[in-house]
């Protein structure tokens, strides 16, 4: 078994009060959308390969119906907002 590489580290940031609202230090948010990206890469390399086990299988009456590795890329596209059609 490979070892996972490990894209982003926990940031820590911190919460500041001001006129009574919630903010947090812009330094902070550019090391969130830093983790978002790699999320996003991860999650789409983790998709590529995936990929490569999406095919159908014989349902009842001989229907094809999409294989579990197919629902789960279909499941993920549909939760992250770009669902792809097959």
């Known amino acids: 078994m490979m070892k996972s590489q490990k894209l982003a580290k926990p940031i820590e ?9 919630r903010y947090v230090k812009m330094a902070d948010v550019h090391k969130l959308i830093d983790m978002i990206d790699d999320l996003n890469l991860a999650i789409d390399m983790a998709l590529d390969h ?15 119906f999409p ?15 770009r669902k792809e059609t097959w």
């Open 13 to 21: 940031y911190e919460m500041h009060d001001i006129n009574g609202e």
């Open 50 to 64: 995936i990929e490569q086990y999406s095919d159908v299988e014989d349902g009842d009456y001989g229907v094809p």
């Open 67 to 81: 294989n579990k590795d197919m629902r789960m890329i279909s499941e993920i596209e549909e939760m992250l907002g």
